[in-house]
């Protein structure tokens, strides 16, 4: 690409050293202490979307004193629009290995494990491979860690960490009541870290890079760089890795189609931003956070049809068992229809807006309180699509 | 001591004990926060969001059930932001509920209802989706009804099917907008493990399950001036009824209770303690029997521990979890059924009417009993030995159908015969209660002397709430009959709630207790615990019921069954003898093994 | 079935039997028989000491994890946005005019599911779709005449 606007990075993606698990060893060597403080120095935060601060969560398991403990990677990818970790687990399974390792050491934990999600089960055979090598290493590493990957089988819900437990203590994947947090209750309530796929991997660009180089990247309250997936009207759709921070308006220029009417960041739970205020949104968790997903409509894009598409993915993968996502999820969908129709009149729609607010503040877990994202930013800026 | 935590409720300072909710908190300052998914027996859900509250600095509303307190908390329960978000949560409820309450068994006792009117959600926020669902009623079973169409999802109902009773017959099937509460594929509760203990049925909170109500087929009796209607009352009904009637929980009721029955216009009324004392002669004989064929004669067919075979939920439970020892339940029929066999043939002899133009009817505190009043093995009469079984609450509606005001009912006394009893009788309705009557006979028989437990209070079986209770009772100077007896420490346990059932159970079959007889009972509390009792039950409640039935015991002035003059006429006018042919006909069944899933 | 019950043992004995070995034996159930029958779920309740509604409910919130007949083959298309608005709707009538079922339904003889699903992960390379657990991407017409074919023969 000619225009250097936006900053491409190759960190993520890029080789590290020729030597398979150089970093991991060279790691293992420091301190605990020394880990951490790097860590916390990067001010990496979570690149799952929600953004929590990496270091805290390791800072608080560590402190723990349970004899079993665990390291989680949510391989549990569902987020519509998003695809970026299928891709770092294709090309670099290694630095996530890696960095769930290096976990492993700070919080004393002995076992860690990678939830896949069942539509990637065709990679399992290659990271299974990539497993053995690694556990090979870690042997001769005299480093006691190993990893295991389990499969989940199509619910969306489990990318939230506490489904995501449950569902591998054998149950439905219903997220729990909280607090007690992962940190002291996680996976067979036994403290917990769990990290997104690219949160590990930034660890290791931290360990490589040391925290001052990485803190160049991206902007106060978002360092670092992102990978994004970035899908929908574009003439280059694809795996990006970017520094956080950039306004959408750069963005749209350099990924849009030339008549961009609209961009979902964050996904189906994240937000739709119109054309007019592109220019005013900045990428990361000072603006839009996402965890990666670039969803780009263009004007002859119903944005009825896309919000329509996002509530029946809601309703069908709503865990069901609270009142708020469960029932609301219905009702906004079947709400607009019957506006479309004609069947209720155009203010039900203000009706529909309460409804998602109180969906906000209400529901057990981010999947319901975050239906509100997408629909109030759609039903705000494109209202008249809504009614007509 | 726990650590106190400050907090702020509705301006109102207050220090509680760390790890309490704020749901408690706002309790214990007579704070009510409505709810739904919350019950005090059951681990909290946090699903049905009801119990929003306001928590200044955070953004969304915390379920209270939930969130414990925490230092410096400043709550709201009731700003502008949580009136509308319950609104909302129960107009999303209303919109999923088939809510035609007039037709609903639960009208006027439901809690969405109760919520429905307080909040006044009558305009309708939000559209129906009633119609897009294919709601399915299951009413095959003979005890408890499941509709879907009124099930608000709170999973009470599984929680307590899995956490108290450990039977998991309710689960949580599919998800999203499909979400439901099911049996394993969807079978009829009669087709799965159910164990019609009727504990869902208790906790509830609308129609979505309700006992099978046999009150218009009753009325039809009553009415029928060709038949002869007898009703019998079980022990723990006498100490829950006037809570259905508006009175407070840990009153007995019994006059009262008889006054009603007489006044509805039974033919006669009887009562189920007296085979409950019957019960306890044959149990206590059995399990004597029992322990002389293995300890001398060293016969190995004989099943021990032996178990108590009063509570039908347990029966079920045993016949699907445990088959394999089935030979180890007593053989005694539940005195529900002993009472059933007898009115049609001794009562009826007695009497002089034709056992087919009498109907036999019980007021039980339980939902199983109207399965076991079902059993095929049941007619022992000739006839279906019970008709019709109706839970306290059923008995509850008749009573108000009648326009009777119960609490100004003056206290009449049971008709006779069959309708003696003694304290031992009584306390079948409390866990631990079976135990205590049998010691207190069964000692009596081989030592010639009193139980010696002051008072005759064996305090040590009586059980308690979520434990498994062992006890010992050693057994010396017998009378010369049983003196193979003497010197045995007869061990015993009593456990409540079929969780603690089951572990007594695995107990026993890894060889990990060693008992010689076990009493269980498939509610929580026993039998004034039990599913047909009036809603709500909850620990609170059960203890005063459990008050009251011994209260009932020292007020009686027989207090052992044996000593139950009508018993012995029994024996003497038409049985014979304990464990003798007729008993064996009438008053002995046998058990069935069932799938185990 | 016989052979279920000796599937299950043999899965118990690789996974364990703890309930947290629940779901790779459902899973590994599914992969062999292509769905969970009702004998199926009972025999893995017992080898696990859970109830069977409780294996049930499980089974039913995950929708690989059928609890109706499939077929060998189970096709899901994706149906979320960007797959949605590249042209899924052609696919899906592709697929249903090729294999002359409806989306839901099971070819007679048993070689094909047709089923949607969310997201797959594709949306860079939409219209997508899974069969058993192989990705396809960039799907059109054509290629879906290509790839069909080469299943039929499978």
Redesign the interface.
């Known amino acids: 690409m000619s225009d250097q606007s936006l900053k491409r990075v190759d960190l993520i993606f890029g080789e590290y050293s020729n030597v398979k698990y150089k970093i991991l060893a060279d790691t293992l060597a420091r301190t605990n202490d020394a880990i951490l403080k790097d860590i916390l120095d990067s001010g990496l935060r979570g690149r799952g979307g929600a953004g929590f601060p990496t270091a805290m969560k390791w800072k608080y398991t560590a402190e723990t004193t349970s004899e079993e403990k665990y390291v989680i990677c949510n391989a549990d990818?569902?987020?519509?629009?998003?695809?970026k970790?299928?891709e770092i687990l294709l090309r670099v399974p290694r630095k996530v290995f890696s960095g769930m390792a290096i976990c492993g050491k700070v919080i004393g934990s002995k076992k860690g494990y990678m939830y896949l999600?069942?539509?990637?089960?065709?990679m399992?055979n290659d990271l299974n491979r990539e497993l053995d090598i690694y556990h090979e290493h870690a042997k001769k590493l005299g480093f006691d860690f190993t990893i295991e990957i389990?499969?989940?089988?199509?619910?969306?819900i489990c990318g939230e960490e506490s489904a995501l437990f449950e569902?591998?203590?054998?149950?439905?994947?219903e997220p729990r009541n909280k607090p007690p947090y992962p940190t002291t209750s996680g996976f067979?309530k036994k403290p917990t870290v769990i990290n997104n796929v690219e949160t590990f991997v930034n660890v290791m660009m931290i360990m490589r890079l040391g925290p001052d180089q990485y803190k160049k990247l991206g902007t106060t309250d978002s360092r670092g760089s992102k990978v994004f997936?970035?899908?929908?009207?574009t003439p280059i759709?694809?795996?990006y890795e970017l520094e956080l921070g950039m306004p959408l308006d750069r963005f749209v220029d350099e990924f849009g189609d030339g008549d961009t009417k609209a961009v979902q960041v964050g996904g189906?739970s994240g937000f739709c931003v119109p054309r007019k205020k592109f220019k005013d949104t900045v990428i990361g968790f000072e603006g839009v956070p996402t965890g990666g997903?670039m969803?780009i409509?263009n004007s002859s894009?119903s944005m009825y049809?896309?919000l329509h598409?996002?509530l029946?993915?809601f309703q069908?993968?709503s865990?069901g068992q609270c009142t708020p996502c469960r029932v609301g999820c219905q009702q906004l969908l079947k709400g607009i229809v019957a506006v479309k129709k004609g069947e209720k009149k155009a203010a039900y729609l203000d009706q529909l807006m309460k409804l998602s607010e109180s969906m906000k503040i209400t529901a057990k877990c981010g999947l319901g309180q975050s239906v509100a994202n997408s629909f109030s930013s759609i039903v705000n800026n494109f209202k008249e699509e809504m009614i007509y | 001591m726990a650590n106190k935590v400050n907090l702020t409720i509705d301006g109102i300072n207050v220090a509680v004990d760390e790890g309490k909710t704020i749901l408690e908190a706002a309790r214990s300052l007579n704070i009510h926060i409505p709810t739904l998914c919350y019950h005090e027996d059951l681990c909290v859900a946090g699903n049905c969001r009801v119990c929003v509250v306001e928590q200044e600095k955070v953004k969304t509303l915390p379920a209270s059930c939930a969130m414990p307190v925490s230092e410096g908390m400043v709550i709201h329960t009731n700003s502008m932001k949580v009136r509308l978000a319950r609104k909302h949560i129960v107009e999303l409820l209303l919109s999923e509920h088939n809510a035609d309450c007039t037709k609903c068994y639960k009208n006027g006792n439901c809690e969405l209802q109760g919520l429905a009117s307080q909040m006044l959600t009558g305009d309708h926020m939000f559209l129906d989706l009633v119609p897009d669902k294919k709601y399915t009623i299951d009413m095959f079973n003979s005890a408890i009804i499941k509709d879907d169409s009124r099930c608000i999802r709170c999973q009470r109902c599984v929680r307590t099917c899995?956490e108290l009773q450990s039977?998991?017959?309710?689960?949580?099937?599919?998800?999203g907008d499909k979400m439901k509460i099911?049996?394993?594929?969807e079978h009829s509760l009669l087709e799965?493990?159910c164990t019609n203990c009727g504990q869902c049925v208790n906790r509830c909170p609308t129609g979505a399950l309700i006992e099978r109500n046999y009150i218009d087929q009753v009325w039809d009796a009553i009415y029928d001036p060709n038949k002869h209607v007898v009703v019998q009352t079980a022990p723990a009904v006498r100490i829950a009824l006037g809570e259905a009637l508006g009175m407070p929980s840990g009153k007995i009721v019994t006059g009262r209770m008889v006054a009603a029955l007489k006044r509805l216009g039974f033919n006669a009324v009887l009562d189920t303690d007296f085979t409950a004392d019957l019960t306890i002669i044959e149990e206590g004989h059995e399990l004597l029997t029992r322990l002389k064929k293995a300890l001398v004669d060293k016969d190995p067919s004989i099943a021990l521990p032996m178990a108590t075979s009063c509570s039908p939920g347990w029966i079920k439970f045993i016949e699907h979890t445990f088959p394999e020892f089935l030979p180890n339940l007593s053989t005694c029929k539940s005195p529900q059924q002993m009472f059933g066999a007898l009115a049609k043939t001794y009562y009826a002899q007695k009497r002089k009417l034709d056992p087919k133009n009498i109907v036999s009817v019980s007021i039980m505190p339980c939902t199983a009993k109207k399965f076991e009043a079902n059993r095929p093995e049941m007619r022992s009469s000739g006839y279906k030995d019970v008709d019709f079984v109706l839970t306290t609450r059923e008995l509850g509606i008749m009573i108000k159908q009648a326009g009777l005001e119960f609490e100004a009912l003056p206290e009449e006394k049971f008709d006779s015969f069959m309708g003696v009893s003694s304290g031992a009788a009584v306390i079948f309705g409390s866990t631990g209660g079976v135990m205590e009557a049998a010691l207190r006979t069964a000692y009596e028989i081989v030592t010639g002397r009193e139980v010696p437990f002051d008072g005759l209070n064996i305090t040590p079986v009586r059980g308690t709430e979520g434990e498994v209770r062992e006890a010992s009772v050693l057994i010396e100077r017998t009378v010369p009959a049983w003196n193979f007896l003497e010197g045995v420490e007869l061990k015993c346990v009593v456990a409540n709630g079929l969780a603690h059932a089951k572990t007594v159970m695995q107990n026993v079959r890894d060889g990990k207790a060693n008992y010689h007889f076990i009493e269980i009972m498939a509610c929580p509390g026993g039998c004034l615990g039990g599913g047909g009792q009036p809603i709500p039950t909850n620990p609170e409640i059960r203890a005063k019921r459990k008050e009251a039935i011994y209260a009932e015991d020292m007020g009686m002035s027989i207090r052992k069954s044996h000593e139950n003059p009508e018993v012995a006429a029994l024996y003497t006018e038409f049985l014979e003898k304990p464990l003798g042919h007729k008993s064996h006909e009438l008053l002995h069944t046998h058990y069935t093994p069932r799938k185990?899933? | 079935m016989a052979e279920c019950s000796e599937l299950i043992k043999e899965l118990a004995n690789k996974y364990g039997r703890?309930?947290?070995?629940?779901?790779?034996i459902?899973?590994g159930v599914v992969e062999r028989q292509n769905f969970l029958s009702?004998t199926c779920?009972?025999d893995i309740?017992?080898e696990l000491d859970?109830?069977?509604?409780?294996?049930?409910?499980?089974a039913?919130?995950?929708?690989?994890?059928d609890?109706e007949p499939r077929g060998k083959f189970v096709i899901r298309v994706c149906?979320?946005?960007?797959c949605?608005?590249h042209g899924k709707k052609t696919i899906i009538q592709t697929l249903e005019d090729m294999l002359k079922i409806k989306v839901g339904e099971t070819t007679p003889n048993k070689k094909f599911t047709l089923l949607e699903?969310?997201?797959?992960?594709?949306?860079?390379?939409?219209p997508a779709m899974?069969i058993n657990?192989?990705?396809f991407s960039g799907l059109t017409t054509e290629k879906i005449h290509d790839i069909i074919s080469d299943y039929i023969t499978k």
């Open positions: 990818e569902g987020e519509p629009g998003t695809f970790d299928r999600r069942g539509e990637y089960r065709f399992l389990r499969l989940g089988s199509g619910a969306y569902s591998m203590e054998g149950g439905r994947g067979m997936s970035v899908s929908g009207d759709p694809g795996i189906a997903s969803m409509f894009r049809n896309v598409n996002y029946e993915f069908e993968e865990c | 899995e039977v998991s017959a309710l689960g949580v099937a599919h998800k099911s049996t394993f594929f799965v493990v185990r899933y | 703890e309930r947290s070995s629940l779901l790779p459902l899973q009702d779920m009972t309740a017992k859970l109830s069977a509604a409780q294996v049930f409910g499980t039913t919130f995950y929708s690989f994890l609890t149906k979320t946005i960007t949605d608005m699903t969310n997201c797959l992960g594709w949306c860079h390379e939409g899974l657990e192989i990705p």
